[in-house]
Nanobody, 124 residues
Framework: QVQLVESGGGLVQAGGSLRLSCAAS????????MGWFRQAPGKEREFVAA????????YYSDSAKGRFTISRDTAKNTVYLQMNDLKPEDTAVYYC?????????????????WGQGTQVTVSS
């Protein structure tokens, strides 16, 4: 079992920045690709960003591209999501997830382990 714990959420004004962290334990961190998803009340959970275990390539949703950056620190077993130029529509609960897969990382069905989520609220 892989345990994931998110942190770093909070309240920020539009145009501001926030960095989310996801600490992993239970298995070798480098064996998994990591992803970030988000879900607003009444909406489906959607893909935000992912980083591949195979080559470190990163992937982003159209809304995240150019504003968000996903990275990982293997020594700390931690994945990060740096969010810049935040907008009110970014408001959601953000979830960290892990998968043994190295492809199709935007598909939430490929992820077997999920964190509890951290709330991000962007005021206008």
């Amino acid at each position: 079992q892989v345990q994931l714990v998110e942190s770093g959420g909070g309240l920020v004004q539009a145009g501001g920045s926030l960095r989310l962290s996801c600490a992993a334990s239970g298995r070798t961190f480098s064996s998994y690709s990591m992803g970030w998803f988000r879900q607003a009340p009444g909406k489906e959970r959607e893909f935000v960003a992912a980083i591949s275990k195979s080559d470190g390539n990163t992937y982003y949703s159209d809304s995240a591209k150019g504003r968000f950056t996903i990275s990982r620190d293997t020594a700390k077993n931690t994945v990060y999501l740096q969010m810049n130029d935040l907008k009110p529509e970014d408001t959601a609960v953000y979830y960290c997830a892990s998968t043994y897969a190295g492809r199709s990382l935007s598909s939430q069905g490929n992820y077997g382990y999920w964190g509890q989520g951290t709330q991000v609220t962007v005021s206008s």
